[in-house]
């Protein structure tokens, strides 16, 4: 069975200080891969999707930025951290580049939890 | 701009109690989810509707996908405590990707 991993599980940092999140996934071979943010019990945010290794696509302009290293890693990076990047961060994969995703179905980590002081 | 807007955004309902939540949208879609969130975690998938009109059934919530593939609903009979969660629904488009609508917080009391 897929599961998916993300950490750290939640994070502190101060305003200017970098930021690096990690995503991986387990038990499927060339997974569509997504990061989105979501506001304190509000709707998700589509920041960045991959559908292949290098392959990064932005949704919303911003201060991060996203790569996909390996086939089951996907990384969500910022070098300056702002107040408003606090929220909810949560990974998800769905399907793979090989066929179409089941109907969009998308399964998502347990999340990232981020404040920015 | 929310491409599916929910309503309501806020539920609390008695235990034993039923509860409907909608999500609407002027544009069609594929397919349809529905997850459901606990405070601190990743949604969960709860189902996918993806034919106009269908209805789909888990123990005591019922899902429907509009004719028109456009709006659903979820509908849950006699509400437990351990629904309580954020209700979100997702519309899949064609490009890999799904909009989701603001979400439903329903609370369910004992």
């Known amino acids: 069975s897929q599961t998916i991993h993300q950490w750290p599980a939640t994070l502190v940092q101060p305003v200017g200080s970098p930021l690096s999140l990690e995503c991986t996934v387990e038990g499927t071979s060339n997974p569509n891969l997504y990061w989105y943010r979501q506001a304190a019990g509000r709707g998700l945010q589509l920041l960045f999707y991959?559908?292949?290794?290098?392959?990064i696509s932005s949704e919303v302009p911003q201060n991060l930025s996203a790569s996909r290293p390996q086939d089951r890693q996907f990384i969500l990076s910022s070098k300056k951290l702002l107040l408003s990047d606090s929220g909810f961060y949560l990974c998800a994969w769905g399907g793979d580049r090989d066929s179409k995703p089941r109907y969009n179905e998308q399964f998502f980590g347990p999340g990232t939890r981020l404040t920015v002081l | 701009t929310q491409l599916l807007e929910q309503s309501p955004q806020f539920l609390s309902i008695q235990e034993g109690e039923n509860l409907t939540v909608y999500c609407n949208s002027s544009s069609v879609f594929s397919s349809l989810q529905w997850y459901r969130q606990e405070p601190g975690e990743g949604p969960v998938l709860l189902v996918t509707?993806?034919?106009?009109?269908e209805v789909k059934k888990l123990k005591r919530l019922t899902f429907q996908f509009g004719d028109a593939r456009k709006d659903s609903s979820l509908h849950i009979t006699a509400a437990q405590t351990g629904d309580t969660g954020l209700y979100l629904c997702a519309g899949g488009r064609d490009d890999y990707k799904l909009s989701f609508g603001a979400g439903t917080t329903v609370t369910v009391r004992a």
């Open positions: 509707v993806v034919t106009g009109g």
């Open positions: 991959s559908v292949g290794i290098g392959q």
